[in-house]
């Protein structure tokens, strides 16, 4: 499953833990990736998305319908 939220386009970014004494070591900070079934009640069936958490808020929010229809637009399959 790749890392990258259908609705938001996070994907991992690079980065550095830094230790009390300023060591620091490369490290990867990964979105909260979930592949989650949406029911679309204007097509009559389930639609699923890898979605971040943001991502989930934001279907929330702006509704399911609305989202299928920008990923479209975008030229994206769902």
Not at 9 to 28: A, D, L, N
Not at 40 to 45: D, G, L, M, Q
Request: proline share 4%.
């Amino acid at each position: 499953m790749s890392n990258i939220c259908q609705v938001t386009g996070r994907r991992p970014h690079s980065g550095f833990t830094v230790s009390h004494s300023h060591h620091r070591t490369k490290r990867w900070f990964k979105p909260n990736i979930q592949r989650k079934r949406f029911w679309v009640p204007n097509e009559h069936r389930w639609v699923t998305l890898t979605v971040s958490a943001k991502g989930i808020k934001t279907i929330n929010k702006r509704g399911i319908e609305s989202v299928v229809a920008d990923l479209r637009r975008q030229g994206e399959k769902v």
